[in-house]
């Protein structure tokens, strides 16, 4: 049952992003100064909040494991944040295929990226981190503490980077001028299909987690026999 | 309050051992002089430059440095399990945390101070007429990094690749913190006053300073019960 | 009131439960035996009991209080595996400053009153990483004395001690029976252990096989709980 409901919303999903690349690539025209490329914003920025969703939805579950002491919130824990730090790779990725052929260059130090990629150090700590120890209950509870520190972090992170980059200007590949509204739109159409697919994803990577830690009780027992 | 009594006694202990043994301070010292040397050497900075990467440079320079003296911090805990005393002793996890980080505070800060001339000498560049203003800069920055280290030198204490870890975890945290420090440095080094823009820096590094450290009290306990 | 109780208490390892269910009180003045073999969940409980280790179900209580509450934390000695004194400080510097965390009103004179007591008192300015094995013992136990804890929480106590060091101990344990204070100690030396205890648990696998009272029979064959308890 449950396996029949993911395929349905990974299907659901593939079948929106055909529709909405449709109407990305046929309807929408050109945008005035970047040309046909600006096109890639519609998985770049829903990609960006997807990663955010998952580092929110990481810290209140790893609040929850704090509190209640139940492995399952950390399953849960990492299954999002994996996911979350797959979209930040994905938004940061999208954002030096933009500049490049923007600009011509892959890296600047614009606001955005930079504090993308610090919040994806933070969250490739937290896998680090998990592979270092090896107790369950102490990796969980230390991932938590850790998780919450860098949920803390990331606004703090954001807010002194833009700041940071106000008076150091840097190019910049999209001012924070208006949009059309069809294309604000388009973007949290594209946002959707974005987020079945991180539910499925983290659903599948929870399963996988709580068989882990399944198998290695068993182990434990065994080896106690 | 028995708070401030245990944190005294466990940062009196720690500095006590500390400079008996002088292992962290002088391994900090000699490791923050060598690369403050070999950049000057390597890079050969004009004064334009120097005054650009001032602040870059010295709090590169400290937060490295500061992983040492972190690191062992609650590392020194482990042999013969004084750790395991220590948590069962009537202190609690939060002044034994704020004893480390007193500790901590004033063994990195006083390398810190000594780095200043020695870089002041080596860069030529005139920093005491600002004396003031980046000691208040210096002790700002250094709580932010003590704070965040210690807290995750007792979580990561007991892993393997201890020193690994540590700069793993810790460094991305502190990034807000760092970027202040070094645009007050700067600022400050180049003469601007601390007003209007280096005042915002300021206030960013105090709200983190308080932030960092209410998380760190409510969060040690956790981390240290097993 | 009990001095020490343990109520339904669960320690997990992930899934997998290293100590299963552990109900156990014990009277003031008791000295408890703790007893099991290897891996058995001895070294687990004591250190919940000290209040090293979170239970993952069940509550510990040190004379009606929660062992993590500061005032318990006050009336327990502990001595583990670690000896939990620092080598770069003298004898009496680290008892000096155990005494000053537990807050004792005379730190100065209750480090070296212990100091004589363990037979340190001529090497007291010696630093810890000079002294020989068993002095290091002797000034563990002196650490976990030094503050008169009311529980005496002991993890095989007696193995790597000398004779000086083990009659130093059996002596401080006597005195604190007659003191009524409780004593719970883990231990692999069973004649050692089953002469001064009063009270005896066998732990299986992180189950109690056995709680109740030392036998005489326990004294004259101290293998007999090991086989009419115990697995095959």
């Known amino acids: ?225 | 309050m028995s708070f401030f009594r245990h944190a005294f006694q466990i940062a009196a202990k720690d500095l006590r051992a500390e400079l008996r043994t002088k292992e962290a301070l002088n391994a900090s010292l000699s490791f923050a002089l060598v690369i403050l040397l070999l950049f000057s050497f390597a890079f050969d900075p004009t004064a334009e430059q120097t005054r650009e990467i001032s602040g870059g440079l010295l709090w590169l320079v400290f937060a490295f440095a500061g992983a040492l003296i972190l690191n062992r911090s609650f590392a020194r805990e482990l042999t013969n399990d004084c750790l395991d005393a220590l948590v069962a002793s009537p202190v609690s996890g939060a002044a034994l945390f704020t004893g480390k980080c007193l500790a901590n505070m004033a063994l990195l800060v006083a390398v810190e101070l000594i780095c200043l001339p020695v870089f002041g000498i080596f860069y030529n560049v005139r920093w005491v007429h600002r004396f003031w203003p980046l000691l208040l800069t210096l002790i700002l920055g250094t709580w932010g990094i003590t704070v965040v280290g210690t807290v995750f030198s007792a979580l990561t204490v007991n892993l393997r690749l201890r020193e690994l870890m540590l700069p793993t975890l810790v460094y991305p945290l502190l990034i807000p913190a760092l970027m202040a420090a070094i645009q007050l440095t700067t600022g400050l080094l180049a003469g601007q006053p601390l007003a209007a823009e280096l005042t915002n820096w300021l206030k960013l590094l105090i709200g983190f300073d308080i932030i960092f450290t209410a998380l760190a009290l409510g969060l040690v306990e956790t981390v240290l019960m097993g | 009131m009990t001095a020490v109780s343990a109520a339904g208490v669960w320690k997990y390892y992930g899934d997998y439960p290293a100590l299963k269910n552990i109900s156990l009180t014990v009277a003031p003045g008791a000295c408890l035996a703790l007893l099991g073999r290897n891996g058995a969940g001895k070294t687990t409980l004591l250190r919940i009991l000290a209040g090293l280790s979170q239970p993952s179900r069940g509550t510990v209580s040190i004379a009606g209080l929660a062992v993590r509450d500061a005032r318990a934390r006050r009336n327990i000695g502990i001595l583990g595996h670690g000896i939990a004194v620092y080598e770069e400080f003298s004898a009496y510097e680290n008892l000096r400053f155990f005494a000053g965390l537990y807050g004792l009103a005379d730190p100065h004179r209750a480090a070296l009153e212990w100091l004589e007591r363990t037979g340190l008192d001529r090497v007291k300015d010696g630093l810890v990483r000079e002294f020989s094995r068993g002095m290091r013992q002797r000034l563990a136990v002196a650490r976990a004395f030094l503050h008169n804890p009311g529980v005496l929480l002991l993890d095989e106590p007696f193995t790597a001690l000398d004779d000086r060091a083990i009659a130093v101990l059996q002596s401080l344990l006597a005195e604190a029976r007659s003191q009524n204070r409780t004593v719970i100690l883990s231990t692999h030396q069973l004649r050692e252990a089953l002469e001064l205890a009063t009270h005896v648990a066998l732990i299986q696998r992180g189950a109690l096989a056995y709680a109740g009272e030392r036998t005489p029979i326990m004294l004259e064959d101290p293998g007999w709980l090991y086989r009419t308890y115990g697995e095959a």
């Open chain 1, 1 to 225: 049952m449950k396996d029949k409901l993911l395929y349905a919303a990974c299907l659901l999903a593939a079948w929106l992003v055909l529709a909405n690349l449709s109407v990305i690539l046929l309807v929408l025209p050109d945008e005035a100064e970047q040309g046909a490329i600006y096109r890639i914003i519609f998985f770049h920025v829903p990609a960006a909040w997807s990663a955010f969703l998952g580092f929110l939805l990481a810290a209140l579950a790893s609040v929850a494991y704090l509190v209640k002491r139940n492995l399952w919130f950390d399953a849960l824990a990492v299954s999002v944040t994996e996911v979350g730090l797959v979209f930040s790779i994905v938004n940061l990725i999208t954002g030096m295929i933009w500049g490049r052929i923007i600009w011509g260059i892959w890296w600047t130090w614009d606001a955005r990226l930079t504090s993308m990629l610090v919040c994806a150090l933070l969250y490739a700590g937290y896998l680090m981190l998990r592979r270092a120890v090896e107790e369950p209950a102490q990796r969980a509870k230390f991932s938590a503490v850790f998780s919450i520190f860098a949920f803390i972090d990331v606004p703090i992170v954001w807010f002194s980077i833009q700041w940071w980059r106000t008076q150091h200007p840097q190019p910049v590949f999209r001012g924070g001028g208006s949009m059309d509204p069809a294309m604000y739109k388009m973007m949290f159409a594209n946002w959707v299909p974005l987020l079945l697919l991180f539910a499925v994803l983290s659903a599948v990577r929870l399963r996988q987690e709580r068989a882990r830690s399944e198998i290695d009780a068993l182990r434990r027992e065994a080896h106690a026999l």
